[in-house]
């Protein structure tokens, strides 16, 4: 059995927090549009696809957070070989996954943006792209938050 | 070593602000997710009203027949179907119908804190009922015609109010209601005998309607509920009071008629007894009311109706309830929004009907209509 360092260690911790919470952000977010999208749908099931698209939306931190797992397992080798990683280095992919995986949680505000869009929507479907522009906003900050994850990869030398 | 010290009080002190961050989590998620649902329903809702575009079309319908085959094309076309009554009449009722379904669909999707109050409000129909019976009764129409009228869709069947239709005084109608909530009728039929005079059944039928309602929502924290009723039951003892005034009523006559709730109660009785119509609007300086009575004493003074004060009022209670609806998208907000605006919706629609039925000109309806 290959032996874990306590540096592998804290960054399989960060991998989990990025995946975990980002899942968290993501099911919350979706769930609560989702559940709009059904309100939408019990009047008029016309509604499914907007609805559909809008509560896709808090999906993606959800995939940044796996992404950014992916990379801190490939980094330190946990999907193979496992490299030698320093504790000090370990923190900083620990840092790495908080940053990813709190930025995830962006989607359960991203999620209420969108079943208010989903509303809006359904009593005005003109206002479907500017309910769509509006739910993209919280996006922002989780592309943020991955982006400072890939920096510190790249940063410690891992990727 | 002191690294690995380092970590552990990192570890220690993340795991306290993850426990925080997920209690803030759960506070909101708690807040917004009962009404998820429901407010995405009453947006999709919304889009079946009548918008004011297509109201301006129904006020300038050529004829009442107009107005049908524009409801006919709506969401009403299915209660439009086997209707008994002709004219405005069926335009009502088709109305009513749908605002019946209306009040028991959302009283189904609001949460579990605020489902009693929404219960209660649906007892207006009972309200409707009984004073649709005692004015049948009263002015000697026939039971068919006044069995038309009727909506069972509160707590009293179609049995009771069928029995209560086929009596053959007012009396009798009161007391055959003995046996139910409101049985406080019984004390406002010396004052009718006395007068006469419908005003005493319909204050005494509101009353118990709006201290039950009220009494239900007192107890909760609901902040735009209690608002938006607070202001349903400060309009109905306003219409209560100047009606009063304007019949030369003492206080001691409709003292028992008047809700025990709102915001306005303390200072409308405040010199009541010595005040006329225009000096009583005068004495709500300095509250929400007085911009919106005091508009309308012109009116008043002219002609001699309190119809522009009343109008006023309701105008101001669907406003507030649409304003609700605004400022707390995700909340009760919508729903009461909703009702404000099937309330306005109700209420254009009926005088439009009606004043194309008498003929009423373009300017005088749309004096009527209630703009959202």
Known sequence: MTEITMGVSLAALGAGIAMGLAAIGS???????????????????????????????????????????????IGTGILGDVVAVPTEVGIVLLGAGISVGLSGITAIGQGITAASAIGAAAKNPETFGKGMVLSVMSETFAVFGLLVAILLLVGTGLI | MALTAIASVEMIAGTVALFLLLIFLVRTARDIIPYVYSTARIRAKESKLIQDDRLEDLVTANSLEDVFSYLEATEYARYMQDLVLTGSEAVERALLNQMADTYVEVAAMVPKNVRSTFAVLARVWDVRNIKTILRGVQGGLPTDVIKAHLLPVGELDQKKLYDMAEANTVADVVS?????????????????????????????????????????????????????????????????????????????????????????????????????????????????????????????????????????????????????????????????????????????????????????????????????
């Open chain 1, 27 to 73: 099911g919350i977010g979706v769930g609560i549009a989702g559940s709009a999208g059904a309100g939408a749908i019990a009047e008029d099931p016309n509604k499914f696809g907007p609805a559909l698209v809008l509560q896709a939306l808090p999906q993606t931190q959800g995939i940044y957070g796996f992404l950014g797992a992916i990379l801190i397992m």
């Open chain 2, 176 to 372: 055959a209601l003995e046996e139910t909530r409101y049985v406080a009728l019984m004390e406002a039929l010396p004052r009718y005998d006395e007068s006469r005079n419908m005003f005493h059944f319909d204050t005494a039928l509101d009353k118990i309607h709006w201290d039950d309602t009220w009494a239900t929502v007192e107890p909760t924290n609901v902040v735009p509920l209690k608002r938006y009723l607070a202001i349903c039951v400060d309009t109905t003892n306003l219409k209560i009071l100047l009606r009063a005034k304007k019949e030369e009523l003492s206080l001691d006559a409709i003292q028992n008629s008047l809700i025990t709730g709102g915001t306005i109660l303390t200072k409308a009785l405040r010199g009541f007894e010595e005040a006329d119509v225009p000096s009583m609007v005068l004495a709500f300086e300095g509250t929400e009311y007085y911009s919106i009575l005091s508009d309308a004493v012109p009116e008043y003074e002219r002609t001699g109706t309190l119809i522009g004060m009343e109008n006023a009022l309701d105008r101001y209670m669907i406003i507030t309830g649409r304003d609700i609806s605004i400022k707390q998208p995700f909340g009760i907000g919508p729903l009461i929004g909703f009702i404000a605006q099937k309330e306005a919706e109700l209420r254009n629609v009926r005088a439009i009907a009606r004043g194309k039925e008498v003929g009423l000109g373009v300017d005088e309806i749309r004096s009527m209509v209630i703009s959202m």
